[in-house]
């Protein structure tokens, strides 16, 4: 058997092509995971920054209305007009109640939201999410526990409204705005 230079020559460069085709085919596959996980990653925040926005302008539109309320209830109450005031009172009890029990339904929404987007985020991300999902199940236990606890409405309310001063409400829409902006750092690669 007589092999020449170039049979030899031949060889190495048939072999090189092939080595050079399955890295390339090894390393299309890998960039090709990454931006199915990109793809996949991007849509479940987008999913949730949507739910997200969706819920926090709702219950801020509900605090709207009801500062509305409030409002109104002070300015017919400065006037004199008693009766007025007290019907306004009770309207603004009435309406107070039902945003509270709705932030806790939307919040614990949000909660269960984060737990979905859990399965798709980065290890930042799930961290952030699982706090965050805390800080919301948190208030939403604090308002169920206040209306269990507290007496008539004047009392409730008063109840009520300690939690949304004393900063929950605050801290609760910083932390979300924390984890909108991780998740916008893990999508610019």
Known sequence: MNIEIKDVITVAIALSGYAIAFWQIFIKRRHDKADKKLAIRREAYG?????????MSDVLSKFNEMINLTNDFYLLENSGERQAADEKFKELAIHQIDIYKNMSLKFNELAQ???????DATDNVMIMCGEYAQKLIGVSEEIAKRFKTAPPQPDLLRSLNQVVHTGTLAEVQKY???ILLQMRKDLTI
């Not at 999913?47 to 819920?55: A, E, N, P, S, V």
């Not at 939201?113 to 399965?119: Q, V």
């Open 47 to 55: 999913k949730f920054m949507t739910k997200h926005q969706q819920i």
């Open 113 to 119: 939201e984060l737990n979905l987007l859990s399965f």
């Open 176 to 178: 979300g705005g924390a």
